[in-house]
């Protein structure tokens, strides 16, 4: 038998689709059913490389984890990762095929995009009793119905049972729900409309909610709270603008292009003292044990928002005093003494802090690893697993600091508390945290997302109708 289909749609981006369809997917799972997640296209700058060396949205692993399976590249066919200027690098199937800008993109969706699409949802349809999908953005983005392949195309060719979702935190919710409807195409298809981030008392929502029924024909199947406290990974930077922890123990420097962020959920998780820090509060770092620079779309623009704010003067200030400094993937790279962009592009002098320099080329390495330490900082039974999404190559004169198969990864300075690593994930390993920052931190990443993807999911079961979604899947 073919997998039934539910579709979660928003009245916009961030309204809580992915959320939602992380509760879904989580409850169906529970139910014993085999069910997958899919997301058509993804614009994203929080990936996750696959063991086959695909690169997809984290959004979707963490979905394929909510259904206990693991993830793959037709979970998440087509991902956009903004380069700024108007282009993405476009990842296709888990690979990438170059950068696009918004015409070539649209070129892209309208030619080759449909059979992507088709292909990799048709198989998850094949292997699973329900897949639960997300969509992007809006569906009555009227400018774009003839490439919106996430939304229109779906409810096109596929027919699935559909959910409306409206975020009462940005206000407006009412109008964003009936203003969708009457502007997206196939509005017949959305059996249920649900209302998001209710903060207060719900109950003051009735009046409004029965009169949006009487208008649309359709039922608010409920309100969700706002879950305050819920320890989810971030899909887009607004996700990480605000510290969600007290203190300055951790500085993380928030260069503009900055991605991956997922790298920081462990210490959000583990409750530390985590600052992000800009231009305007760079004084934080002051007060850090530990600075971070975290992955960067491009380095070259970053590193010279650094050097106008005069925070690579401060961060090599900090590192001779003794202050532990950490770069990942592209943090790392800024870290050494140069970086050559290739392709007829001038190179760049990196911060200084290691012996290193990286040269770009037209290969992107993509992958999981597993690693151990190699004495200093990290001894050789600190252990792990993580994955590398990166172009450079990075030539260290330093000695490295993980070993992974029989290389050496990664640098640690001899001079200094600086180290760099293209091993995305080591943060969520609580020995490497702990020897960091000089004190025991005890975390469980993964336990920690099973425990919220639980309660997300609970809280869904207790606060929306779910009689129309089951009664579609029997």
């Given at each position: 038998?073919?997998?039934?289909?539910l579709?979660?749609?928003g009245?916009?981006?961030?309204?809580?689709?992915?959320?939602?369809?992380?509760a879904?997917?989580?409850?169906?799972k529970?139910?014993?059913?085999?069910?997958?997640?899919?997301?058509?296209?993804?614009?994203?700058?929080?990936?996750?490389s696959l063991?086959d060396?695909?690169?997809?949205?984290?959004?979707?692993?963490?979905?394929?984890?909510?259904?206990g399976?693991?993830?793959t590249?037709?979970?998440?066919?087509?991902?956009?990762?903004?380069?700024?200027?108007?282009?993405?690098?476009?990842?296709?199937r888990?690979?990438?095929?170059?950068?696009?800008?918004?015409?070539?993109y649209?070129?892209?969706?309208?030619s080759?995009?449909?059979s992507?699409?088709?292909e990799?949802?048709?198989?998850?349809i094949?292997?699973?009793?329900a897949?639960?999908?997300?969509?992007?953005?809006?569906?009555a983005?009227?400018?774009?119905?003839?490439?919106?392949?996430?939304?229109?195309?779906?409810?096109k060719?596929?027919?699935?049972f559909?959910?409306l979702?409206?975020?009462?935190?940005?206000?407006?919710?009412f109008?964003?729900?009936?203003?969708?409807?009457?502007?997206?195409?196939?509005?017949?298809?959305?059996?249920?409309?649900?209302?998001?981030?209710?903060?207060?008392n719900r109950d003051?929502?009735?009046?409004g909610?029965?009169?949006?029924?009487?208008?649309?024909g359709?039922?608010v199947?409920?309100?969700?709270?706002y879950l305050?406290?819920l320890?989810?990974?971030g899909?887009?930077?607004?996700?990480y603008?605000i510290s969600?922890?007290?203190?300055?123990?951790?500085?993380?420097?928030?260069?503009?292009h900055?991605?991956?962020?997922?790298?920081?959920?462990?210490?959000?998780?583990?409750?530390?003292?985590?600052r992000?820090?800009?231009?305007?509060?760079q004084?934080?770092?002051?007060?850090?044990?530990l600075i971070?620079?975290?992955?960067?779309?491009?380095?070259?623009?970053?590193?010279e928002y650094?050097r106008?704010?005069g925070?690579?003067?401060?961060i090599?200030?900090?590192?001779s005093g003794?202050?532990?400094v950490?770069?990942?993937?592209g943090?790392?790279?800024m870290?050494g003494?140069e970086?050559?962009?290739?392709?007829?592009?001038?190179?760049?002098?990196?911060?200084?802090?290691?012996?290193?320099?990286?040269?770009?080329g037209?290969v992107k390495?993509?992958?999981?690893?597993?690693?151990?330490?190699?004495g200093?900082?990290?001894?050789?039974?600190?252990?792990?697993?993580?994955?590398?999404?990166?172009?450079?190559?990075?030539?260290?004169?330093?000695?490295p600091l993980?070993?992974?198969g029989?290389?050496?990864?990664?640098?640690?300075?001899?001079?200094?508390?600086?180290f760099?690593?293209?091993?995305?994930?080591?943060?969520?390993?609580p020995?490497?945290?702990?020897?960091?920052?000089?004190?025991?931190?005890?975390l469980?990443?993964?336990?920690?997302?099973?425990a919220?993807?639980?309660?997300?999911?609970?809280e869904?079961?207790?606060?929306v109708d779910?009689?129309?979604v089951?009664?579609?899947?029997?």
């Amino acid at each position: 038998m073919a997998a039934k289909l539910l579709m979660v749609l928003g009245t916009s981006s961030s309204a809580g689709k992915t959320t939602i369809s992380t509760a879904l997917c989580r409850i169906l799972k529970d139910l014993g059913l085999s069910v997958a997640p899919f997301k058509a296209a993804n614009m994203s700058l929080n990936s996750i490389s696959l063991p086959d060396g695909s690169e997809i949205a984290r959004a979707q692993w963490l979905q394929a984890m909510a259904c206990g399976i693991d993830a793959t590249r037709d979970m998440n066919p087509i991902l956009l990762k903004p380069e700024g200027g108007g282009k993405s690098q476009l990842i296709v199937r888990g690979t990438a095929i170059g950068v696009k800008s918004f015409s070539e993109y649209g070129e892209f969706m309208a030619s080759s995009g449909k059979s992507i699409v088709s292909e990799s949802l048709s198989s998850l349809i094949e292997g699973h009793d329900a897949v639960v999908i997300e969509g992007a953005g809006s569906p009555a983005e009227i400018n774009m119905m003839d490439t919106d392949l996430a939304n229109t195309y779906i409810m096109k060719e596929f027919n699935p049972f559909s959910i409306l979702v409206g975020d009462i935190e940005k206000g407006g919710v009412f109008a964003s729900l009936y203003g969708t409807l009457s502007l997206m195409p196939f509005p017949e298809k959305v059996g249920g409309l649900v209302i998001n981030r209710m903060r207060g008392n719900r109950d003051i929502l009735q009046p409004g909610i029965r009169k949006l029924e009487d208008r649309t024909g359709k039922k608010v199947l409920g309100v969700m709270p706002y879950l305050d406290g819920l320890l989810l990974p971030g899909e887009d930077s607004l996700d990480y603008e605000i510290s969600k922890t007290p203190g300055s123990e951790i500085a993380v420097i928030r260069y503009p292009h900055a991605e991956n962020y997922s790298d920081l959920d462990s210490l959000f998780f583990s409750g530390l003292g985590t600052r992000l820090v800009n231009h305007r509060n760079q004084e934080e770092m002051e007060k850090a044990r530990l600075i971070i620079l975290p992955g960067s779309k491009r380095a070259d623009l970053d590193l010279e928002y650094l050097r106008s704010s005069g925070m690579d003067f401060r961060i090599r200030q900090l590192a001779s005093g003794g202050v532990a400094v950490l770069g990942i993937c592209g943090g790392y790279q800024m870290l050494g003494k140069e970086i050559d962009f290739g392709a007829g592009k001038p190179t760049v002098q990196g911060i200084g802090l290691l012996d290193s320099s990286t040269v770009y080329g037209n290969v992107k390495k993509t992958g999981q690893v597993e690693y151990c330490g190699t004495g200093s900082p990290f001894p050789e039974d600190v252990t792990g697993a993580g994955y590398e999404i990166h172009y450079g190559s990075v030539n260290s004169r330093e000695p490295p600091l993980f070993k992974v198969g029989s290389r050496g990864e990664g640098s640690a300075s001899e001079t200094s508390r600086v180290f760099g690593t293209n091993i995305h994930g080591i943060l969520e390993n609580p020995k490497i945290l702990s020897l960091l920052l000089g004190r025991k931190i005890a975390l469980d990443y993964n336990q920690v997302l099973e425990a919220n993807i639980d309660r997300l999911s609970e809280e869904f079961r207790k606060n929306v109708d779910l009689s129309p979604v089951m009664e579609f899947i029997r």
